[in-house]
């Protein structure tokens, strides 16, 4: 089955294989290099991976990228002693980096991201937009389900506005966003008693799995909002390949940005671009 889409993770988190638009990423600013790697280095992070700089902390070996992401690190794809581990953050060492773009993945908490730095110096091509990106013969459909409810949560009302997405790979895409701060919150899905922790920007958290689901299967799901002093439950009655219509708006589903889409970051959010309209991660269109 041909993969089309590919929304993580995560991303990194594309409807679709695109080449990265390094113009809309702005360049990492220098801690270590005193100029020197001005204007070198850029990073498409993954959802949730938040890119400080470049800098040289005492617990590296040599100038490296810093970044973080929401829960400890257990690997990284670099070769061996090319990046540096702390806790939920690392250092991704320059000298990592000689090619003109290059992937990197990163497992944190049992999430895998993935992003790519470009590095203005070096060898090889950038990525180009793959052909064949249209659906074909066989392919599933992509399909999203969503779902709206309030609950209670440290004495306030906050709504959840949450959807899955059946993509065409057979893997499933959960989404989850709330209305108002949440004190320490820690988003998560549980799907046939498997908890995963949602990676998270703001008021948003994203997952998409690596474990493919038979189209027309019922796993039982809810998301867990834990959160200081108490967590809330919001059970799903969703049945993989299912779609309905966006609360409080027209039915969306099944929207496929076309081929050709160009994919750009806005605020640290993946955007797709086609003739002249703006679509999110899941292929709806934004407004």
Same mark, same amino acid.
């Not at 320059?94 to 992937?103: G, N, Q």
């Not at 949560?153 to 949440?182: P, Q």
């Not at 922790?197 to 474990?211: D, I, S």
């Given at each position: 089955?041909?993969?089309?889409?590919?929304?993580?993770?995560?991303?990194?988190?594309?409807?679709?294989?695109?080449?990265t638009d390094?113009?809309?990423?702005?360049?990492?600013?220098?801690?270590?290099?005193?100029?020197?790697?001005a204007n070198k280095?850029?990073?498409?992070?993954a959802f949730?991976?938040?890119?400080?700089?470049?800098?040289?902390?005492?617990?590296?070996?040599?100038?490296g990228?810093?970044?973080r992401?929401?829960?400890?690190i257990?690997?990284?794809?670099?070769? $061996?002693?090319k990046?540096?581990?702390?806790? #939920?953050?690392?250092?991704?060492?320059?000298s990592?980096?000689?090619?003109? @773009?290059?992937?990197?993945?990163?497992?944190?908490?049992?999430?895998t991201?993935?992003?790519?730095?470009?590095?203005?110096?070096?060898?090889?091509?950038?990525?180009?937009?793959?052909?064949?990106d249209?659906?074909?013969?066989?392919?599933?459909?992509?399909a999203?389900f969503?779902?709206?409810?309030?609950?209670?949560?440290?004495?306030?009302?906050?709504t959840?506005?949450?959807?899955?997405?059946?993509? #065409?790979?057979? $893997?499933?895409?959960? @989404?989850?966003?709330?209305?108002?701060?949440?004190?320490?919150?820690v988003?998560?899905?549980?799907?046939?008693?498997?908890?995963?922790?949602?990676?998270?920007?703001g008021?948003?958290?994203?997952?998409?799995?690596?474990?493919?689901?038979t189209?027309?299967?019922?796993?039982?799901?809810?998301?867990?909002? #834990?959160?200081?002093?108490?967590?809330?439950?919001?059970?799903?009655?969703?049945t993989?390949?299912?779609?309905?219509?966006?609360?409080?708006?027209t039915?969306?589903?099944?929207?496929?940005?076309?081929?050709?889409?160009r994919?750009?970051i @806005?605020?640290?959010q993946?955007?797709?671009l086609?003739?002249?309209?703006?679509?999110?991660a899941?292929?709806?269109?934004?407004?």
């Amino acid at each position: 089955m041909k993969k089309i889409f590919s929304l993580l993770t995560i991303l990194s988190l594309g409807l679709m294989s695109f080449a990265t638009d390094w113009s809309a990423i702005a360049w990492l600013a220098d801690g270590a290099g005193e100029g020197a790697y001005a204007n070198k280095y850029k990073v498409e992070a993954a959802f949730g991976q938040d890119v400080i700089n470049i800098q040289k902390p005492g617990f590296a070996a040599e100038a490296g990228i810093y970044t973080r992401f929401p829960a400890g690190i257990s690997s990284c794809d670099l070769p $061996t002693g090319k990046y540096v581990i702390e806790g #939920a953050g690392m250092v991704m060492y320059l000298s990592a980096f000689t090619a003109k @773009e290059t992937k990197v993945s990163v497992e944190a908490g049992g999430v895998t991201y993935d992003c790519k730095v470009f590095y203005a110096d070096g060898t090889g091509e950038i990525s180009q937009d793959e052909p064949g990106d249209e659906p074909q013969p066989g392919d599933l459909t992509p399909a999203t389900f969503y779902g709206s409810e309030v609950k209670q949560v440290a004495g306030s009302d906050v709504t959840f506005n949450w959807s899955i997405t059946r993509n #065409a790979d057979a $893997t499933l895409t959960f @989404e989850i966003s709330w209305s108002s701060e949440i004190p320490g919150v820690v988003p998560q899905v549980s799907i046939d008693g498997v908890y995963t922790t949602l990676p998270m920007q703001g008021m948003l958290a994203r997952f998409t799995t690596k474990e493919t689901y038979t189209d027309g299967s019922k796993p039982v799901i809810f998301f867990l909002i #834990a959160y200081t002093g108490n967590a809330a439950r919001i059970d799903v009655d969703y049945t993989v390949g299912a779609s309905n219509t966006k609360p409080g708006g027209t039915a969306i589903d099944n929207v496929n940005a076309p081929a050709k889409a160009r994919k750009v970051i @806005e605020n640290g959010q993946i955007v797709i671009l086609k003739n002249g309209i703006r679509y999110n991660a899941l292929g709806a269109e934004m407004r």
